[in-house]
């Protein structure tokens, strides 16, 4: 008897091990290794029939580990496991957690790509119905990408991949979405990939600059001050303009160190100027967001020993959209040292008037795409109506991309207060701008 206690012993155990190799401890479902192996093994069947292989990875996940904590987080991970399950219509069809917030799923015997595209829609919807526990709700999203067997590939390996393409070109697009797998998006996701690699380098090669545009007062005529714009000289991509890596910077994190950079050499900078010069640094949503800014920008100043009220930062309405009191409790606390802030790129977004109710700015940047279209009647009228808002609501207004006199004659007649533009000069280096700028204190000496 005791022998045959033993081997039934020995056993068990070893069937624990197996299933504790094979599956994740937190959810119980398969994990890697086993979504694997029941994939190559139905792959290998001689007539396997067509599958589809889906990648899928939640979205604002880390916010809730971050507001809830991590018991929370683990605990919202084993609901969604348990969801998941739910939404598989045969229980040959398996679902993984790779780890993290990332699961994967296989979908045997499908007759067309829209029985995948079925799936996904409703897992987009069962993954976002809100999670309730001891009287807290969380939300999380989930995006997917999807491959399909025989078409998009023929082993493991290059499905999982393309899977993955999917999933990343979607994410990259937005969220809660899922995305089949194209051709030509593996050259697109690795050229975004070497970017991305090129872009963590650069940093410490000291490979970015910073270009400065001056800002004409349109009534008295003089440059006021200058908007700071940043370019990166990559060895091998020549130079590069920033609507070619700043998303790709704020994807990898890089935004919140190159933007500290930025400020710091634009503050460094302005010490060499005119005391009444202001300097203009866009920021971007993640560096108001990462938890070190005020104190980054009250460093940049102390450092230069810049005062506050010459530095301006340029936010987006993104950053006014941001659901926590958070970022608007930063940049009070800035505004309240003095910082000014400007509302960049104005009338692209949503352009909600509520935005300046909820946080009062100093200055409106009408976007270039107005100033460009100003002789049509319509976009003439928006931006005087906006040039009145700015005089009644006591915000400077900025016109940019004034590229001629007609342009600039207008916006005078209309009472704007500030222009920036090709007209006035490009972003040039910033021994330039002074060169400028001290040729226009001579002439108001000998004017
Ligand atoms: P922005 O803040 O709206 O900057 C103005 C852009 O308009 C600049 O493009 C400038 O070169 C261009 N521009 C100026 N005058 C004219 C004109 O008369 N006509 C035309 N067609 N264009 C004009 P740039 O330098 O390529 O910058 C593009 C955007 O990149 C900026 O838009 C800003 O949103 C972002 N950016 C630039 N530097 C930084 C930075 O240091 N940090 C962050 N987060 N974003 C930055
Ligand atoms: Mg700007
Ligand atoms: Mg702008």
Redesign the pocket.
């Known amino acids: 008897m005791a022998t045959f206690d033993d081997v039934t012993e020995r056993r068990r155990t070893e069937e624990r091990m197996t299933h504790l190799a094979h599956h994740d401890t937190l959810t119980n479902l398969p994990n890697r290794s086993m979504f694997r192996e029941r994939l190559d093994q139905a792959l290998s069947e001689t007539q396997a029939a067509p599958a589809a292989i889906l990648s899928l990875d939640l979205d604002r996940f880390k916010a809730v580990n971050d507001t809830f904590g991590h018991p929370a987080g683990d605990w919202l991970l084993k609901c969604v496991a348990e969801r998941l399950r739910r939404c598989l219509r045969s229980d040959k069809d398996v679902v993984a957690r790779f780890g993290g917030d990332e699961f994967a799923i296989i979908q045997f015997n499908i007759k067309a790509a829209a029985d995948a595209e079925k799936l996904a829609k409703r897992i987009i919807e069962v993954i976002g119905k809100p999670y309730r526990d001891k009287g807290r709700e969380m939300h999380v999203g989930v995006s997917l990408g999807i491959a399909l067997y025989p078409g998009d590939g023929r082993d493991v390996d290059t499905l999982l991949t393309n899977a993955d393409m999917a999933l990343y070109r979607g994410k990259s697009e937005g969220r809660n979405i899922y995305r089949f797998f194209e051709p030509g998006m593996d050259a697109m996701v690795r050229e975004r990939r070497a970017l991305e690699a090129d872009l963590e380098a650069a940093l410490p090669r000291r490979e970015f600059e910073l270009?400065f545009?001056p800002i004409l007062d349109i009534a008295s005529g003089d440059i006021v001050g200058a908007?700071?714009?940043?370019r990166w000289r990559s060895p091998s991509r020549g130079l590069v303009?920033?609507?070619d890596f700043?998303a790709a910077a704020e994807e990898i994190g890089l935004?919140v160190q190159l933007?500290d950079w930025?400020l710091r050499r634009t503050c460094g900078v302005a010490a060499g100027w005119p005391r009444d010069m202001r300097m203009a640094?866009?920021?971007?949503a993640a560096?108001i967001k990462s938890s070190g800014f005020a104190r980054s920008v009250i460093s940049a100043l102390a450092f230069s020993g810049m005062p506050a009220h010459r530095l301006e930062l340029?936010i987006?309405e993104t950053v006014m959209m941001d659901e926590s009191d958070a970022v608007l409790r930063t940049l009070g606390q800035l505004r309240g040292l003095g910082v000014r802030i400007a509302l960049?790129?104005f009338g692209t977004g949503y352009s909600s008037l509520g935005y300046l109710r909820r946080f009062p700015v100093d200055k409106i940047?009408i976007d270039?795409s107005f100033i460009r279209d100003l002789d049509k009647r319509d976009t003439a009228a928006i931006v005087r109506t906006v040039i009145a808002l700015g005089t009644e609501l006591g915000i400077t207004v900025t016109a940019?991309?004034?590229?001629t006199a007609a342009q600039l004659d207008m916006l005078r007649k209309a009472g704007c207060g500030e222009a920036?533009?090709?007209?006035i000069g490009?972003?040039a280096k910033a021994s330039e701008v002074s060169r400028l700028l001290r040729s226009q204190a001579s002439l108001r000496r000998s004017g």
């Open positions: 270009d545009q908007e700071a714009l940043m303009p920033p609507d700043i935004i933007g930025a640094v866009n920021v971007s560096q340029e987006t960049d790129d940047k270039r940019e991309g004034v590229e920036q533009g090709f007209l490009v972003p």
